[in-house]
């Protein structure tokens, strides 16, 4: 079982699970042509296809969007954002799935509106994917101009193959975490989900 190995050997089945779902290889290959500032393919697209290779699931099974999240703080209008979304939507079309791109520099912009609570402005990509609502989702990949694979995993990999829902109450409000685990428990009953933190 991958979870109790060595970190390299997570590190190679990472890559061999992502590999086999095609559709985030694809999206991965023509997100690098966009040259986006600290660009990380991240969140349910990647553990999901983890979760689904590791309980023998058609690789892209589940899996609502593929997220794209990069952060140039030069510009934090809404049209500068915009313009890059617009720019992905005509890169990305004809692939069987949605694709979203976000600036992490603007969301201290709008979460608080979203979400009920206030969020910092982020540093960087990197600190953008460290206030996921749980340490199993902060997890980025993106393709590096060698061809190899960057690979951004704050809280290391075994919960991601041991399918264990880890809560990181370091942003995310509880019903954020409670909500999404439940979804998740839906289409992946295996997972052991933590409780939040009381």
């Known amino acids: 079982m991958l979870g109790r190995r060595s970190l390299d050997e997570q590190l190679e089945g990472l890559r061999s699970a992502l590999s086999r779902n095609e559709v985030l290889t694809e999206v991965m290959s023509r997100a690098a042509t966009m040259e986006l500032p600290g660009w990380y393919v991240t969140a ?3 553990f999901q296809t983890v979760w689904n290779v590791v309980t023998d699931k058609p690789p892209t099974r589940g899996i609502k969007d593929y997220d794209i999240f990069y952060f140039d703080a030069a510009d934090l209008s809404w049209e500068a954002e915009d313009a890059v979304i617009r720019a992905g939507q005509e ?3 004809g692939l069987p799935a949605e694709v ?3 600036n992490e520099a603007r969301v201290h912009l709008w979460y608080e509106q979203k979400f ?7 540093e960087s990509t990197e600190a953008a994917i460290d206030s996921f609502a749980s340490t199993t989702c902060c997890l980025g990949v993106r393709l590096e101009a060698d061809g190899g694979w960057r690979i951004y995993a704050p809280h290391g990999l075994s919960d991601v193959f041991n399918l264990v829902v880890r809560p990181n109450p370091v942003l995310a409000p509880r019903e954020v975490y409670e909500t999404k685990a439940a979804r998740w428990r839906c289409e992946w009953p295996e997972l052991t989900v933590l409780p939040w933190p009381g």
């Open 44 to 46: 349910g697209c990647l």
């Open 91 to 93: 890169l990305f079309a």
């Open 100 to 102: 979203e791109i976000r």
């Open 116 to 122: 009920g609570v206030p969020c910092p402005p982020h």
